[in-house]
């Protein structure tokens, strides 16, 4: 049974750092990606970075691109996000999501191809 448990969430003062967590249990390779979405209030959830299970393909949005760094431990026990040089609209809640086994290997941001979901952690970039 696949199960993610999202951590790490916080305050910051904007240009503060923050690293997420997410403990996997139940996953293979066949679940290819595990991405990190965001939801700010009135907004709709968004794709920030994927990571390939096995840590050697990663992919970011734009807006984060050269500040947030996905990675993965040695046994893909635990997926990380971290993100640098935070600024006030990357607040939200960030959720990590992986594929089902029989979902495509590309869009590795596109929210609909994702099953199986954490249950999110608030980060909040504020002055």
């Known amino acids: 049974q696949v199960h993610l448990v999202d951590s790490g969430g916080g305050s910051v003062p904007p240009g503060g750092s923050l690293r997420l967590s997410c403990a996997v249990s139940g996953i293979t390779v066949q679940n290819k990606y595990i991405g990190w979405f965001r939801q700010a209030p009135g907004k709709e959830r968004e794709g920030v970075a994927a990571i390939s299970i096995g840590g050697g393909t990663t992919e970011y949005t734009d807006s984060v691109q050269g500040r947030f760094i996905a990675s993965r431990d040695a046994v893909g026990e635990s997926f990380y996000l971290q993100m640098n040089g935070l600024k006030p609209e990357d607040s939200g809640m960030y959720y990590c999501?992986?594929?089902?086994?029989?979902?495509?290997?590309?869009?590795?941001?596109?929210?609909?191809?994702?099953?199986?979901w954490g249950q999110g952690t608030q980060v909040t970039v504020s002055s």
């Open positions: 999501a992986t594929k089902s086994t029989t979902a495509a290997w590309n869009q590795r941001l596109l929210l609909h191809t994702y099953t199986y």
